[in-house]
């Protein structure tokens, strides 16, 4: 087996240490805090150091190299996070895999980063075979559970520094993949000293973080946040809303991060009302429209205050409505992202580039220094601005009090009856009916249609098609009326959790009459 690196090395920045050094560095001053757990093994920090070491020996002696780009074709599990540290502390450029069991999809993405290794794991091992053929890939490594002995060290008993390798903080250190609701996906390319801006969040030695989605996406910075803070990732293979719940309580779980279609299914589940959730101190949605209705809806079922996180794969959180305004007692914040992080500024933009005033709609600018440095492959690079700051493609505006709204994409707008209708306005004017448990509203195929939208009903519920379409019309006028109006027992999702704009279009395409 070969490895071609053609990647350009940078040199060591003296003194300068990885998130991935520094996360083992707590083995030294905490061995034997348990830092990540599934629902058989607790790993110690001792032997998180122990396994990582040992891995990128291996993965060293197997020709993987600072500057490889090592994609992941991995699942939420203690392997995947050992693999990405090991290629993380050999200087490599890691990136975790969308949709790894699919292999058109998996081939596609590596053809995107310029893979030079694919990890595979138990579970995806034939997708990714196929994939590596597809894609023409040089390298494939299996990696396999980990052993008591890969926990105690023996492969690395030749010290702390035969495998501490010194990486520069210019160097390019992680991909990271855009959401791909519309089934496109993207790469960010992140420096080690960018990434370590993003997932470096200060102490947090009390947090538990539960994952339990697709670590190519947001999982990866707070699994990272969570252990570059002194705290303990609890990982869960699959979101499923009662081992969700029954972990929260089990587990002390105080952190928890859903895309809202997830969150409905969770405050939905019968067992929200009888599990024990006051060890939640954050359980927050990111990723999707949430109308102020929704909003209202999940304080009610859930019995804690949510928050909700507006951000981007290219420049991380950007804003956050904390549980501190997050409540029905300020029903004007709920239809918020709450104010900026620090650290990030936010503009507002007119068509013509200058600045709009409080209230006034534009398009979401972002200067943070969490930006990437750019997307990889041949995508338009316009969104990144010499001058430092990144074109978000959403529409918003911020308020008097510094609060964001944030109204959708640019291009999702719609002129309807004469008046500009954003998905947003149509998913509210739905959730504020009370018979709906949670809407999905896409633009129309045509587009001079307006909107189509798929709902999700409360289990009693008598309503029609007919009957919703006409209250729209009363409450709100015909505009907000969707072309196409479907119900569902459940909303197509990508492994992350966002809807799924290609298989959504496919239920309402049925729905459409003839």
């Known amino acids: ?31 034997t805090r348990v830092v990540l757990q599934d629902g058989q093994r607790q790993i110690t920090a001792r032997q998180l150091d122990h396994a990582v070491r040992g891995m990128a020996h291996r993965f060293a002696a197997e020709g993987v190299q600072a500057g490889c780009v090592v994609a992941l074709a991995a699942p939420v599990s203690i392997e995947a996070i050992v693999a990405r540290y090991a290629a993380t502390l050999l200087g490599c450029i890691t990136t975790l895999c969308p949709n790894p069991t699919v292999p058109d999809r998996l081939a596609e993405f590596l053809q995107l980063v310029e893979a030079d290794v694919l990890i595979c794991f138990p579970g995806a091992r034939t ?53 791909g609701t519309t089934g496109g996906v993207k790469a960010s390319h992140f420096t080690f000293e960018q990434w370590t801006h993003t997932v470096d969040t200060g102490p947090c030695p009390e947090r538990r973080q539960l994952i339990c989605t697709s ?67 954050a359980i927050s949605h990111i990723g999707a429209d949430a109308s102020a209705s929704l909003c209202r809806r999940l304080l009610g079922r859930l019995g804690v205050r949510p928050a909700h996180a507006y951000g981007a794969s ?9 549980s501190r305004h997050y409540q029905v007692t300020e029903p004007d914040r709920l239809d918020t992202c709450g104010r900026p992080l620090d650290g990030v500024d936010v503009r507002i933009e007119r068509a013509d580039g200058t600045a709009a005033a409080a209230g006034e709609e534009g398009l979401i600018v972002v200067h943070s220094i969490r930006r990437a440095g750019g997307y990889v492959g041949s995508a338009d690079q316009s969104a990144f601005r010499p001058d430092g700051w990144y074109a978000t493609g959403d529409l918003g505006c911020l ?41 999905v509203t896409i633009p129309a195929a045509i587009q001079g249609d307006g909107f189509d939208a798929l709902v999700l009903l409360e289990p ?7 009957e919703l379409r006409a209250d729209i019309r009363t409450r709100y006028g015909p505009h907000l009326v969707p072309r196409v109006l479907a119900v569902a027992d459940r909303v197509p999702v990508t492994e992350q959790g966002k809807p799924d704009r290609r298989e959504i279009r496919e239920v309402l395409d049925l729905a459409r009459p003839e």
């Not at 994409?409 to 959730?431: H, I, K, N, T, Y």
């Not at 009693?460 to 098609?465: E, G, N, R, W, Y």
């Open 1 to 31: 087996m070969s490895i071609t690196n053609t990647t350009p090395i940078h040199r060591p920045a003296p003194g300068f240490r990885s998130h991935a050094q520094r996360i083992l560095d707590h083995a030294v001053a905490q061995p």
């Open 399 to 439: 308020d008097v009090d510094g609060f964001l709204h944030v109204r959708g994409r640019a291009r999702d707008r719609r002129d309807v009856d004469g008046v500009a209708v954003m998905p947003l306005d149509v998913q509210e004017a739905l959730c504020s009916h009370p018979a709906v448990r949670y809407a």
């Open 127 to 179: 997708a990714a075979e196929a994939a590596s053929v597809q894609a023409g890939m040089p390298a494939l490594l299996h990696v396999e559970p980990l052993t008591p002995e890969d926990l105690a060290g023996h492969a690395s008993d030749e010290g702390r520094d035969a495998t501490d390798y010194p990486v520069a903080a210019a160097a390019r250190a992680a991909l990271v993949t855009s959401g």
């Open 215 to 281: 670590l190519a996406h947001v999982s990866q910075a707070h699994v990272d946040q969570t252990l570059l803070g002194g705290g303990r990732i609890v990982l869960l293979e699959h979101f499923s809303p009662g081992d969700v719940l029954r972990t929260i309580g089990a587990e002390r779980i105080t952190h928890l991060c859903l895309v809202e279609p997830l969150l409905v299914k969770l405050a939905d589940h019968p067992d929200v009302e009888h599990r024990d959730l006051s060890s939640l101190v």
């Open 460 to 466: 009693a519920a008598k309503l029609t098609v007919d």
């Open 314 to 322: 290219e420049v991380g959180i950007i804003s956050l409505l904390d």
